[in-house]
């Protein structure tokens, strides 16, 4: 339930929303053209899209783009407060104050094959700080002018491009401006010689890890873990004879970053280890 909803406008657009509501709620966000920065002020709250769930405590927030429908958050626990700043994101604001040229954030980002729209930000203290300077907005609204809010708006850009999940949200404001779709088998494809986890190749898909390893066993007649396995220790066994790579090198290339895993994993499926095998073929 809403107990009190207060909203700033930038170019007849809703530019930032504080929101408090009494659980246990169920709050839709809206489908629209834009990205959402949601930051949580006051409890946690759950981030559902699909059949994922994020839990968002105090002073965390969240990263997501809004085209996607199916996404609300809610907290079923009774009794307890919640309140949240929302901060959108218009793809033709974002023109409008960026005439020149785009921050990183903005850029296209070259070679991300991901359909990724959510990520959750740690407790960042430049962005709770930041979060506080606009409460006083929100109670003093006669203050609040044009140039003020573009630069509230650069200002949270800045904020959102130093923090360590700044490749990710570029790939979801991306999204904004050149919308691209991949196919499942086009991310697993792309990643498959990356030191990435099932959890990190499921957030890619947008999928939840138990979904994510159904649509792979149905795609690939094999578990995630075997079939990524077995694909990096092939690729390793053919660099082995045909490059004079350093051993470590190679396994690294496969996307083993730990060289004991790499040695015995190779050796279970070869019956050898990595510098008998290029010696022996060789």
């Known amino acids: 339930m809403v107990i009190d909803y207060k909203k700033i406008d930038l170019f007849g657009k809703t530019l930032m929303q504080k929101v408090a509501l009494n659980s246990p709620f169920e709050f839709d966000f809206p ?3 834009y990205a959402c920065f949601l930051f949580s002020l006051d409890g946690d709250i759950e981030f559902h899209v699909d059949d994922q769930q994020i839990v968002v405590p105090t002073n965390y927030s969240l990263f997501l783009n809004c085209l996607n429908t199916g996404k609300k958050i809610n907290n079923s626990v009774l009794s307890t407060k919640n309140e949240i700043v929302v901060i959108s994101f218009h793809p033709e604001i974002l023109k409008k ?10 850029q296209q980002p070259k070679n991300k094959i991901t359909n990724q729209s959510s990520e959750k930000i740690n407790n960042d203290f430049l962005i709770q700080k930041y979060i506080e ?3 006083f907005y929100f109670e003093n609204p006669s203050l609040v002018n044009d140039e003020i809010l573009i630069l509230k708006l650069k200002e949270i850009i800045l904020l959102l491009s130093q923090t360590q999940s700044a490749e990710t949200i570029q790939v979801i404001l991306s999204q904004l401006f050149s919308p691209t779709v991949y196919t499942f088998r086009q991310i697993i494809e792309a990643h498959l010689f990356q030191p990435v986890s099932i ?11 138990s979904s994510f390893k159904r649509e792979f066993t149905k795609l690939y007649n094999d578990s995630p873990a075997s079939y990524i396995k077995t694909k990096r220790l092939e690729k390793a066994a053919e660099l082995l004879l045909i490059t004079d790579q350093r051993i470590t ?5 496969c996307g083993f970053n730990d060289l004991s895993n790499f040695t015995k994993s190779f050796h279970d499926k070869y019956n050898s280890s990595p510098t008998n095998y290029r010696l022996n073929k060789k």
């Open 31 to 33: 489908v629209s053209d």
């Open 97 to 106: 104050i960026y005439e020149k040229e785009f921050p990183f954030l903005l």
């Open 133 to 135: 300077g606009l409460l």
């Open 199 to 209: 959890e990190e190749l499921a957030q890619k898909n947008n999928l939840s890890v």
């Open 249 to 253: 090198d190679i396994a690294y290339d």
